[in-house]
């Protein structure tokens, strides 16, 4: 196993909304267009880096009992860094991502790496997890924005290519399960 | 009739979790069994009305006054993850059964999005501490409801042949999006 | 996993040092991002009232004066040039929308005339009630040059002058709504 696996493998083999199910909430609420899938993914991928990082270095130090509590203010500390710096430089973007930016800190996948790998592994394969997780995250986040957003809106990163609206159910609720129901089984099948 | 209004609204036109995106992952989770699904509302439930309440009171008697409003997501994380270990502890000693029954997803209730996001929403949509209390139980009946609802359509599934590839969760998210489509058509019934 | 020990002292040790160094590092990004937090947030009313009221040469953000009315906020923004009145931009709001709150910013001649509106916030339905924002529709073109003296703020169907949108009179009427009460701030506010 080369040690860049832990990088590569959050893309596909384990990518965590196509194969591990993880952090659902988040993908189906933020990809009714690619841009807002794609910030998403991007913010939740720092929070995951720092995480990682900052709990692989301290996972000796915390006692077992209350591990989970403590992983959990750290994450929350990242999720409010990321909020803070979203809301001053990227205001947009972070009205279109509203409540879930501070939802990132209950995204099971943060949490879930943090169990899982960052407090038994070493620094920096921890933050090659977080990286790898986290791009596996964006990658689907995008494209299912973009899945979305060329079906319900007719366009591509905001830009338009047919004039007024299409497949609106795309970009409503409904359209999300949809959407991302069909986009798993075609993984699925793909990975056979 | 502004409660009923509210009520209305969180349970069916903003369903929780069928329009708003909360509490995915426990809907997929646990919805596969009507029994499990009502434990699961129930817990639910309990955790979100208590933890509006504390979570309110700490938001305008700690946090504004003190003009520490960004440390909103971390109290309020650790406000939730107390209550669900007090929820688990009382469930353990007043029904074993259904603690048993609901195994892992009871401390998974902590990371269900749809605690975390109601409190939150209370504050931003400026509730007073009663309409507070109201929003969160009536998104939790709303949660229910639609756990509920999805458990029953899985008995069903769980009999007739689905195709192989949308076995498991594209199956259940078909499902969840046409039953979005249906919850839909209480759009409107709010003014 | 863990080599410390996980007894009583240690435990709430560990979370109040942890405790503390979150507080602490957000803090410190608060105290950093907190100005260009204040500045996007100038930033975006500023582009709304440059939208709706003639050219003016003075700082309307400097000059702006909050109404409360109907449980809400309403904020006046006087656009002078050459230190005279030439427009009130008024952020106005409606709760009654389909999802919601919605804001504007209709832009006041100094006879009461309206000049032009913008929206600044709504989470109206894509393909229906977003129609509001003129980049989807010309809805709002009809209330440019229309003294709300003479021409009813309220959709066709409710007795006025306004032609809603087709199939989002929800959306239509709240809009309505929102500039009314805009005009009755204006009243108020005695900026005329």
Redesign the interface.
Known sequence: MNKFYNLTKGILKENPIFVI??????T??TT?SAMNGLGMGLATTFVLLGSNVVISL?????????????Y???I??F???V???M???T?TLY?KLG?FI??I????IV?GRAEAFA??NNVFQSALDGIGMGLGFTFALALLGTVREVL??GSIFDHKFISG?GI??F????????A???L???F??IKK | MEYILIIIAAIFVNNVVLAQFLGICPFIGVSNKIETSMGMAGAVTFVIVLATIVTFLLQHYVLNPLGIAYMQTIVFILVIAALVQMVEIILKKLSPVLYQALGIFLPLITTNCAVLGVAILVIKKNYNLLEGVVFGAATAIGFGLALIIMAGIREQLALSNVPKGMRGVPIVLLTAGILALAFMGFAGIVK | MANVESNFKNMTLTLLIISLVASAALGLVHQFTNEAIVKAQMLKINSAIEVVVPEFDNQPYEEAKTIEMDGGELTLFPAKKDGELVGTAVKTFSMNGFAGLIELMVGFLPDGTINKVAVVSHKETPGLGDKMDPKKSNFSVQFEGKNPESFKLSVVKDGGNVDAITASTITSRAYCDAVERAYKALKEGGVQ
Do not use: H, W
């Open positions: 199910v993880l952090g659902m909430c988040p189906l609420a009714s301290l996972a000796r130090l915390i006692p077992d009992k209350v591990r989970i509590p403590a959990i203010v750290i929350a500390t999720v409010t860094i909020d803070l710096v809301q001053a430089y205001q009205e409540i501070p939802l800190v209950v995204n099971c949490l407090n038994k319900g809106s609206d609106i159910v970009i409503l609720a409904p359209g999300a399960f949809i991302l129901a069909y798993i089984a075609l699925n099948r």
